[in-house]
């Protein structure tokens, strides 16, 4: 027979063990590796849509990725794009520079993260004339950037690995920090 003693003693334990593993890192990202993830993605998929009612074709070239930069709790993305716009006689071709910056997000139910509300920092399209003519890229490139970002996760959890199959049944909350993403548990405070 259980010592009515024993049963809130027992409770109370279990309350400081998901309070103590709140605290713990169990998952982390470098910012090498994640910047590997995404520039793989992103040059496997060509941004399709349209300018001034051309079509448009975006293939990334470059990415430099920089995780929490100040403290912020956002993901900063230079990325160097080979734009072509398949104009009514021949195709423009320019080259296009953008800083953007992200938020990280997790989702539980599908056990990824994902990078929401793309930001242009600054930009630079072409150079001479081109410069003029394509003005109107930056904005469509983020526009396409967010959708393939939207539809395709950064990183996901592989639940069939023994390391990260316990991560899926978990509650988990994503933290920042200069040069890394972290993964920690997230259950409710007492």
Request: hydrophobic share 40%; glycine share 4%.
């Amino acid at each position: 027979m259980i010592s009515k003693h024993l049963i809130p003693a027992i409770g109370l334990l279990l309350l400081a063990s998901c309070t103590q593993l709140n605290h713990l890192d169990i998952f982390s990202l470098q910012q090498q590796e994640l910047q590997s993830l995404l520039l793989e993605r992103l040059e496997q998929q060509q941004g399709k849509g349209k300018m001034l009612g051309l079509p448009l074709t975006l293939t990334v070239r470059q990415l430099d990725l920089q995780l929490a930069p100040e403290n912020k709790q956002q993901v900063e993305l230079k990325l160097a794009i080979g734009a072509e716009v398949d104009a009514l006689f021949k195709p423009l071709y320019t080259d296009l520079n953008l800083h953007l910056s992200a938020l990280p997000y997790f989702d539980d139910e599908k056990n990824a993260i994902y990078l929401k509300n793309l930001t242009i920092l600054d930009s630079s399209v072409g150079s001479g004339s081109s410069q003029l003519k394509l003005a109107p890229l930056s904005n469509e490139a983020k526009v396409i950037l967010a959708q393939l970002l939207d539809r395709q996760p950064v990183y996901q959890l592989d639940c069939s690995k023994v390391t990260e199959k316990v991560l899926c049944g978990m509650p988990l909350t994503l933290v920042l920090q200069p040069g890394e993403l972290l993964l920690k548990p997230n259950y409710p405070a007492p």
